[in-house]
């Protein structure tokens, strides 16, 4: 008698708690850190045992999830959704139980509803089966709402249930509402077992939309970047990059910075730093890119030495055709299954040829006709801003699905920053260490700093199963937004000291005009001839004398 005793002690005590939140599957709900991470061995355990279950079912059209006398089927394309905050998507299953001895409460639920949650969650309760009865099939339908891209598991529990229910009756099961989750501790025998470990699941995935808009942008970039890179090649000087290839000392130390550096500090960073392999395969990636159009396009506004940032981008994009899957090869087995993944070759090469083919037309243009060169040069840094403008613009309302993971996850931002910012440090005091000139350090610190983040995009969403490859593409997008804030820093910072000097140098000219000329009405001096400041609430006296002077002098 004392256990019935015990476990109705536990049952009422259970009942106290549930308005205060202390226990209601408190192991079942995921709860990601700030990077993603979840920590919770319980619910890793589950997931790894439900996804290795979906795993032997890869190639079938209706994935099974079965524990004894019970299994779940439910079509493998009903597993997918769009995100959508307004929009209830309904998919529906079967499930096949037999042979049941004792009636049972099974229930649903996602264990990460920031992601998708059911509307509502739900139990049913099923009654024990007759003798004569072998296989019960029953349909279940659900409706989820999906909140954000990402990836959640349906976790389905079944318990020994008391008798007197109805078979197959449908409730709801809010952890908000303490009247429904009361209802659902009354039907069970044993409350205790509201802390095991789910006996099925499946996994759901919930893809950001694509549609024209996205579209439109992929367009619009492409004609600038060739645009823009059609306008570098009028400018450049075919003399100086054979010099920079027949001594390619900045190259060389580019090559071993872009290749050799940058994937160690992505490596290094990602292992460090508390986030999920998809952010960590994403900044593995964005690391092993060559330099891109905008590490040209900053060049060329800090006054570097562009002839050899086009050498740079040209040597290390066509030495990325090999060296970003070796290092890919070599890292990314820290993250995900690297025997998965497939470097879309195709497209990167379709990327490379924005960058070479306009290139080439403008060293042409220069060459056949250097006037017209010379007048389209004077569009390359309108152009320039342009192309900033609309990819901070326009670029982050399209992808506005990636964005909000910012958001979420704030610390793949200083994650993603550190890649770049150290880049640029490292960088650049190896090309000191070098004795390189001072435009050569600039050149070498920004083009290993920047990289085409359009491959490193296209290799996570290609290569990738979705949506791990819309997440892990968040880690370039936020690399390419905070790598040009040091940058936009040196371009204002020389916009002001240009302007000092502009000012300084027209006050020059008038202190020097008015020293000649005539000495009626003539006004004091900005500078003495020492090159000292005079200051304006100089006493009259002093003003005549030094008209005096002038009279003298004239």
Request: aromatic share 10%; charged share 15%; with cysteine.
């Amino acid at each position: 008698m004392v256990y019935p005793l015990t476990t109705a002690l536990f049952h009422r005590l259970t009942l106290l708690l549930l308005p205060l939140g202390v226990i209601a599957f408190p192991r079942h709900v995921a709860t990601e850190s700030l990077g993603g991470v979840i920590s919770d061995e319980v619910v890793l355990l589950d997931r790894r045992r439900i996804e290795a279950e979906a795993q032997r079912q890869l190639k079938s059209s209706v994935i099974t999830s079965n524990t004894g006398r019970l299994s779940i089927v439910c079509p493998a394309e009903n597993l997918t959704f769009f995100q959508h905050d307004t929009v209830l998507f309904n998919f529906t299953c079967n499930l096949t139980y037999h042979h049941i001895a004792s009636p049972l409460a099974i229930s649903f639920e996602t264990d990460i509803q920031d992601v998708a949650s059911l509307s509502p969650p739900l139990w049913i309760y099923i009654t024990p089966q007759l003798a004569d009865q072998t296989v019960t099939v029953l349909p279940l339908a659900f409706s989820i709402r999906c909140h954000r891209m990402g990836s959640t598991f349906l976790k389905v529990w079944a318990r020994e249930a008391r008798p007197g229910g109805s078979s197959g009756s449908f409730h709801a099961f809010n952890r908000d509402n303490a009247s429904q989750v009361e209802e659902y501790y009354d039907w069970l025998v044993d409350a205790s077992t509201t802390n095991d470990t789910s006996a099925m699941g499946f996994r759901l995935k919930v893809l950001r939309p694509r549609g024209a808009l996205e579209v439109a942008f992929r367009v619009v970039i492409i004609i600038l970047v060739c645009g823009i890179t059609f306008l570098m090649g009028c400018e450049l000087d075919g003399r100086l990059i054979w010099r920079h290839m027949r001594r390619p000392v900045g190259a060389v130390i580019g090559f071993v910075c872009q290749f050799g550096l940058m994937p160690l500090i992505a490596f290094g960073v990602a292992m460090v730093m508390p986030i999920k392999p998809e952010f960590g395969f994403g900044l593995l990636t964005a690391g092993c890119c060559p330099g891109g159009g905008g590490s040209n396009i900053w060049t060329l506004l800090l006054h570097g030495d562009l002839n050899l940032s086009m050498t740079m981008t040209f040597i290390s994009s066509i030495a990325a055709l090999g060296m970003m899957p070796l290092m890919l090869f070599i890292f990314g087995r820290f993250f995900i299954d690297i025997h998965s993944l497939r470097i879309p070759y195709l497209l990167i090469v379709g990327q490379l040829c924005y960058i070479a083919v306009p290139v080439i037309i403008g060293m042409v243009v220069k060459w056949r006709l250097p006037r017209v060169g010379q007048i389209l040069v004077r569009l390359l840094r309108p152009l320039s801003f342009l192309f900033i403008a609309i990819i901070i613009g326009f670029g982050v309302y399209t992808n506005l699905a990636i964005y909000r993971l910012i958001g979420i996850y704030p610390v793949i931002v200083p994650t993603a920053t550190a890649l770049p910012w150290i880049g640029f440090f490292l960088a650049g005091f190896l090309a000191f260490i070098c004795r390189r000139s001072k435009a050569e350090i600039l050149t070498i610190s920004i083009e290993t700093g920047i990289h085409n983040s359009g491959i490193a995009i296209l290799v996570l969403i290609y290569s990738m199963p979705q949506p791990e490859g819309d997440i892990g593409a968040v880690m370039p997008i936020v690399v390419s937004i905070f790598t040009p804030l040091p940058l936009a820093a040196m371009v204002i910072g020389q916009m002001i000291k240009a302007k000092k000097s502009s000012c300084l140098h027209e006050r020059k000219k008038k202190s020097k005009g008015i020293g000649i000329g005539p000495v009626e009405g003539a006004r004091k001096p900005l500078t003495t001839p020492e090159g000292t400041n005079n200051d304006d609430d100089d006493n009259d006296e002093e003003e005549v004398e030094e008209d005096q002077a002038g009279e003298r002098n004239a």
